[in-house]
């Protein structure tokens, strides 16, 4: 009969702690999304403490990484990765590499300011001022070249595109680079690899308007220079100093 009571008092208590993980997952959502790292940490602790999920120990290793501890962010992304999938693995092993590689520049500047520390202080050169070299005289400026025209339709048409194109192509790239860094401060793993998959089309659809606009910006170009009149040539010469000074030039 007793053995009968404890098993039902488990049975009993074991809805109460999920129900006590779930609020401490959700008062340390509160405190991830207001970067406050240290309470966000102590409640994903509690919760994975009451209802050990894997996706619990994700959170705990970005809350770690976000708030400057990579040495407990790589511990606790080995132990999310021994429970988790492939694609979920890969997602916690790439953090792990940037997290070593945050280490590893930490300890070179430590090293690299511990080394300018013991450095002997050396007295500056002496600053030697050179005398003013004589100016040569100025030649006078050449005529202005004929302003340049361009009044092909479909040149101009091709031209516009192309640079829209162009406009629009860098801005995907740019808001591709944003969403992927925003990527690396979502707390699940399933947020990651979908803010990492949008980033990417932005930055594949980037791509492609940008080469597209290339492309239509060049063929405007030679457009233009196919329909353009003959170059207006111009040549002066003014004497100067020791001789003449000839300049030639064109423009279409």
């Known amino acids: 009969m007793k053995h009968l009571t404890v098993i ?32 966000a940490l102590a409640e994903f602790k509690a919760a994975y403490t009451l209802d050990a999920k894997p996706e619990t120990l994700w959170s705990i290793a970005q809350t770690q990484r976000l708030s400057g501890d990579c040495r407990g962010a790589i511990l606790t992304y080995k132990a999310f990765m021994r429970g988790s999938s492939a694609t979920a693995a890969n997602a916690a092993s790439d953090w792990i590499k940037k997290c070593e590689s945050d280490l590893d520049a930490q300890q070179r500047a430590a090293d690299a300011a511990a ?4 450095r002997p202080v050396t007295s500056a ?6 005398p003013p070299q004589p100016q040569p005289a100025k030649a006078p400026k050449p005529p202005p070249a004929p302003r340049p025209w361009y009044f092909d339709p479909l040149g101009d048409v091709t031209f516009v595109v192309g ?3 162009l406009a629009g192509g860098a801005t995907f790239l740019v808001l591709g680079d944003l969403h992927m860094g ?20 932005q930055q594949t659809l980037g791509l492609g308007l940008a080469a597209g606009g290339a492309v239509l910006t060049a063929l ?28 030639y030039g064109f423009s279409f």
């Open 182 to 201: 925003d990527a690396s401060s979502q707390p699940t793993a399933g947020a990651y690899a979908k803010a990492v998959d949008s980033a990417q089309s």
């Open 125 to 130: 050169a002496p600053v030697v001022i050179a």
């Open 220 to 247: 405007s170009v030679w457009r233009f220079h196919s329909v353009a009149s003959r170059p207006h040539e111009h040549l002066a010469v003014v004497p100067s100093r020791g001789g003449v000074f000839a300049t």
């Open 163 to 165: 640079v829209g194109a």
């Open 8 to 39: 039902l008092l488990a049975a009993l208590a074991t809805p109460a702690f999920a129900d006590d993980a779930a609020d401490h997952l959700a008062k340390a959502s509160r405190a991830y999304d207001i970067q406050d790292w240290t309470s």
């Open 115 to 118: 080394a300018a520390a013991n």
